[in-house]
């Protein structure tokens, strides 16, 4: 498995942007789906966005397609999710996830296709 830590969460308002990251613990990440999740207290973990290994197709979710960006650093292991035109409903825990494959379309938002996940940064948007 792969070792991921998040960073970069903290507070915005409403209408503004932050950018969160996640480091992977070993050279493999080239060769991983990477998916980003949210979770909020009493809610399902939900899918947010996905990457390909080396980037060349990304995923999102409806709720944040036009506002939310996906993109990876192979070459630093790190995954990104810029985020912009923050609302208050995208409060939430967010995590990365790794999964093991070459293909990342079939089923990029279901928790149960990802092996790694990451501790969680917390991403709070006030109005």
């Known amino acids: 498995q792969v070792q991921l830590a998040e960073s970069g969460g903290g507070s915005a308002q409403a209408a503004g942007s932050l950018r969160i990251s996640c480091v992977a613990s070993?050279?493999?990440?080239?060769?991983?789906?990477m998916g980003w999740f949210r979770q909020v207290p009493g809610k399902e973990r939900e899918g947010v966005a996905g990457?390909?290994?080396?980037?060349?197709?990304?995923y999102y979710d409806g709720s944040v397609k036009g506002r939310f960006t996906v993109s990876r650093d192979n070459a630093k292991n790190t995954v990104y999710l810029q985020m912009n035109s923050l609302r208050p409903e995208d409060t939430a825990m967010y995590y990365c996830?790794?999964?093991?494959?070459?293909?990342?379309?079939?089923?990029?938002?279901?928790?149960?296709?990802?092996?790694?996940w990451g501790q969680g940064t917390q991403v709070t948007v006030s109005s």
């Open positions: 070993e050279g493999s990440f080239s060769r991983n789906c």
């Open positions: 990457i390909s290994p080396k980037g060349y197709y990304t």
């Open positions: 996830a790794a999964a093991r494959k070459s293909s990342c379309s079939y089923r990029w938002d279901s928790p149960e296709t990802y092996d790694s």
